[in-house]
């Protein structure tokens, strides 16, 4: 085990980590998708009554158990600001977002035997920009990250069948929370069959890869199945519709639904820089190696497969990567010295950190828009585009009419689609002063009353009626 001293360095050092990712979470306010504010909202609905359906797609157990609980607390504390609200719901990922470094350090120690390697590789995956940029927003796989490395660790630490079934549990939950996240019970069986134990190797294998699957089964009967059951009447209702969605359908929620198989790998520099990719290549070649390498192929694979990608999706990846990483460091070292081994890993850390500009890209001048009307004591219809960029239902409650605009908006449809409202809020790059939409927006009677900017934000043009 790590010194004591040590110890004490990784306390302080877990705590400025964990500063920074509150801090980022709250400087920067708004969101980056959907999800987010689905996962919020259905929080929200469980915590202060907020009206919300959630997309027959989504488990909302995560909702259930990270979100609402800090919500309710916050607000019986006396806390009523929505923003600050949101924010504290923020506060469970946060923290399994260090329960990962800590985890990813006590694998790479049992793994390595070597407690330098683990502390690199955990210092490697504190500073990479995925698990620290999504920590202090509610996406999910940063909670599914923890579960999976903590399945891991239950599988390296006191090999026993419980031990086993546990893993497969934690690794149903991790899928409860989003169903893509099944990708990793393949590299986790395939480490129970690469070790064996008794006088049948063959059979200790199956043994023991049928235990952990086993855990993972009754875990999604319980997650999915009698969830979706107790809360929509039907079970696996979520899951049946995810999988008609995504693998029936082939349709995704988002602006470019498909991206070619070699999507990840094509975008690889941003999620893994080339210096780190080479020292996970030279970790790589060594075949003790290769069960771990697993946990970052194995799921690459099948990712890739899927028509939709995102970056952060690969969240589960990246811990496993970094641990290679961190070996493939310690072999070039010991070959061509610290020093230089030293300033590729400075480099590659400032190449990993300077990505965290993704968060800029927030709809925070949305946000602040919301917070504007939501104010206005006789709004009581409310239209815009991407209503999930102005929080939704979270900023309006259970009072305030929301009205989509199609995007792009259409001129044609405009009329109808903002009948009613009392304030319109439009992306100013589609209001450009002469074009056919403000032209509609003119020739209906409407007068612009304020904008909200913020960095890299997306700017907003509030409308109000001219009488």
């Known amino acids: 085990m790590l010194r004591a001293r040590s110890g004490r360095l990784l306390i302080a050092a877990l705590s400025a980590v964990a500063l920074a ?18 996962i919020l909202e259905a929080g929200f609905a469980r915590a202060t009554g907020l009206e919300f359906v959630p997309w027959g797609i989504r488990n909302t157990l995560i909702s259930d158990l990270l979100v609402a609980p800090p ?44 407690p330098k390697v683990a502390l690199l590789a955990a210092t490697i995956y504190a500073l990479h920009w995925l698990p620290f940029g999504y920590a202090g927003t509610v996406y999910p796989r940063t909670a599914s990250t923890t579960l999976v490395l903590a399945a891991v660790a239950l599988l390296l630490f006191r090999k026993s069948v419980l031990r086993r079934i ?47 699957a086993g855990g993972f089964f009754v875990g999604v009967l319980a997650f999915c199945g009698l969830y979706d059951w107790a809360m929509r009447g039907e079970a696996f209702a979520s899951l049946i519709e995810f999988a008609r969605y995504t693998l029936v359908e082939r349709q995704a929620s988002a602006r470019v639904a498909e991206q070619p198989v070699y999507w990840y790998l094509w975008r690889s520099p941003k999620w893994l820089d080339p210096v780190a990719l080479g020292l996970l290549c030279v970790a790589a070649r060594r075949r003790a190696h290769w069960v771990l390498l697993g946990f970052v192929l194995l799921p690459l694979a ?60 927030k709809s925070t001048a949305a946000v602040q828009a919301a917070q504007a009307v939501a104010a206005l004591p006789a709004v009581r219809r409310f239209a815009a585009p991407q209503l999930w960029a102005f929080g939704d239902r979270l900023f309006f409650g259970n009072d305030v009419a929301l009205s989509p605009i199609s995007l792009p908006p259409v001129p044609e449809l405009l009329k109808a689609e ?13 209001v450009a002063p002469g074009d056919a939409m403000m032209a509609a927006l003119v020739a209906d009677g409407w007068c612009e009353e304020s904008r909200f900017t913020a960095g890299r934000s997306r700017p907003v043009a509030l409308f109000r009626p001219c009488r």
């Open 21 to 38: 990712r509150l801090a980022l979470g709250w400087a920067i306010p708004g969101f980056l998708t959907g999800d987010d504010v689905e």
């Open 71 to 114: 919500v309710a607390a916050a607000r019986f504390l006396g806390v009523a600001d929505i923003w600050t609200l949101c924010w504290i719901a923020t506060l469970p990922f946060v923290a399994l977002s260090l329960v990962s470094i800590v985890l990813l350090l006590r694998i790479a120690e049992k793994w390595t035997g070597e």
């Open 166 to 212: 546990g893993a497969g549990l934690l690794l149903a939950l991790a899928f409860a929370f989003r169903y893509s996240e099944a990708i990793y019970l393949l590299p986790a069986v395939a480490f129970v069959m690469a070790t064996s134990d008794g006088p049948s190797p063959a059979a200790s294998r199956v043994r023991r890869a049928a235990e952990l």
């Open 302 to 361: 099948v990712l890739s497969l899927i028509h939709h990608k995102e970056l952060r999706y690969l969240q589960g990846i990246v811990p496993f990567a970094c641990l290679l990483v961190a070996l493939g460091a310690v072999e070039v070292a010991r070959r061509h010295g610290k020093r230089l081994v030293a300033a590729l890993l400075v480099l590659s850390i400032g190449w990993s950190l300077a990505q965290l500009r993704f968060l800029r890209r």
């Open 418 to 430: 903002i009948a009613g409202a009392d304030r319109v809020a439009l992306w100013v790059d589609t």
